[in-house]
T-cell receptor, first 112, second 112 residues
């Protein structure tokens, strides 16, 4: 069984530039999560999808962050414009009804 | 919302000794408690989890205990090996919310 796939793995951009991350969850997993993980910290939830519906986006900075999961499978997370403080690892995870979350390898973002 | 606290933040043990990591949570509705291991630069991987209907679960050298009354749960690693060195995260979740709140992590070093 393929795991959660994310791309790109690394991204370096200058501040004020846009950036987008892509996630393909485990087949059959209806729930998809985007987390941000700062160095030395645990993952912090940005948004959670149940199929194509965003059911919890309370921690998503909506002035610059957006996300979509149009067909209830793949998802993209976008930052526009990026700020220095956005440098972090962005993790995607998916789960089925069992609650167990499986994480992707993450995208390491560096904003200069 | 839920607040998960994790201690210690760093832990060093001699190879063969035991390691214990403790977490507390605030929301009495939380009923699912997973533990993740994250090696440097890699994705968090589930190592063990426990649900609120049991007090202890064991898988070879790893065990987790849960005290719902006191709202704390612990990870126990026996006969530690150098490959156990990693950052360990606890998390708490409610089955209805399907949202994970992570602890801040414990960096475990097993000294050969």
């Amino acid at each position: 069984e393929a795991g959660v796939v994310q791309s790109p793995r690394y991204k370096i951009i200058e501040k004020k530039q846009p950036v987008a991350f892509w996630c393909n969850p485990i087949s059959g997993h209806n729930t998809l999560y985007w987390y941000r993980q700062n160095l030395g910290q645990g993952p912090e939830l940005l948004i959670r999808y149940e199929n194509e519906e965003a059911v919890d986006d309370s921690q998503l900075p909506k002035d610059r962050f957006s996300a979509e999961r149009l067909k209830g499978v793949d998802s993209t997370l976008k930052i526009q414009p990026a700020e220095l403080g956005d440098s972090a690892v962005y993790l995607c995870a998916s789960s089925s009804a069992s609650l167990t979350q499986y994480f992707g390898p993450g995208t390491r973002l560096l904003v200069l | 919302g839920e607040n998960v606290e994790q201690h210690p933040s760093t832990l060093s043990v001699q190879e063969g000794d035991s390691a214990v990591i403790k977490c507390t949570y605030s929301d009495s509705a939380s009923n699912y408690f997973p533990w993740y291991k994250q090696e440097l630069g890699k994705r968090p991987q589930l190592i063990i989890d426990i649900r609120s209907n049991v007090g202890e679960k064991k898988d070879q050298r790893i065990a987790v205990t849960l005290n719902k009354t006191a709202k704390h749960f612990s990870l126990h690693i026996t006969e530690t090996q150098p490959e156990d060195s990693a950052v360990y995260f606890c998390a708490a979740s409610t089955s209805t919310g399907n949202q994970f709140y992570f602890g801040t992590g414990t960096s475990l070093t097993v000294i050969p």
